[in-house]
């Protein structure tokens, strides 16, 4: 197996996992585990591809994903914060009404329940950038990405200033455990939490435009736990953008390894493929290890 070709393939698949755990960081700041990542990015991708499908456009696509999973997650926040739902039940509602709602409308819109194959449609611009290309290694690694891999990125960068080196960032982190401080000054927190909700939407509906623009197709439930596996990328990555964008590149190797492995005769094939998901729990346990020692 070559390292390069391994590494540009980590790069692409860890995207979609870097956005929506971009978006879920801002809820766990501020105190909302919010486990609807997954369905976020599922409307997201459905979006993406239905709006391309009629209107052959990628903006439009992009816009339209957007809509659809701040809308989603629009409808989490206000059965939270208004409504005063449970939050992990309301984001297993959430992902629930995603899977179902997104075999529902292809049904409607295409007539299957099956897989939505985009024709006609230009596909996502790869980005050399010079002199970095020619590295080796690093130009497999940072060179030969869609505009949304380099996106991925300067979102990390600007929630890491928003988060940090804003009012706006000093306040969202104080809603965790410090939400009576902010009442006292005349805050309310449940707005910032509404933001941080929102947030996320946004970055899932990237992430998921991604998704299925990069596959050229819309699969039913063609998340397959990439939204829980954010999840984990939020906690592995210390709740900070920067152990983020190597949590994710971590998933996105081991998901990239299973790719180039599948050949390997000595590796059974139900491993392999099942390699992200025990990593996942690995990373789990891990986490979970270092929390009670911490304690």
Known sequence: MKISPAL???????????????????????????????????????????AAYFTGSISSALIFAVLASVSLSALLAFTTLKLRSNMFIAGLAANLLAGGLTIVLSQHL??????????????????????VKSIPVIGGLLSGH????????????????????????????????????????????????????????FCCGIGGAFLSLNLGAFV??????????????IFLGGRRPLGLLAAAFVFGLADAFSNYAQGLPFVPADFILAMPYLLTFAAMVFVSILAKKKN
């Open 8 to 50: 540009h393939s980590a790069v692409t698949i860890m995207t979609p996992l870097l956005f929506a755990a971009t978006g879920g960081l801002f809820s766990e700041l501020a105190g909302m585990l919010n486990i609807a990542l997954e369905g976020l990015l599922l409307a997201g991708a459905f979006a993406a591809v239905a």
């Open 110 to 131: 295409f007539g299957t329940r099956g897989v939505v194959v985009l024709r006609d449609t230009s596909h996502l611009n790869i980005i050399d950038i010079p002199l």
């Open 146 to 201: 869609s505009a949304y891999v380099y996106a991925s990125w300067l979102l990390l960068f600007a929630s890491w200033i928003a988060i940090y080196k804003t009012p706006f960032g000093y306040r969202l982190r104080a809603c965790d455990k410090h939400s009576t401080a902010l009442v006292s000054i005349g805050i309310r927190p449940d707005s910032y939490r509404w933001a941080a909700l929102l947030v996320s939407g």
């Open 220 to 233: 039913p439930n063609m998340t397959a736990g990439k939204g829980w596996i954010a999840l984990v990328v």
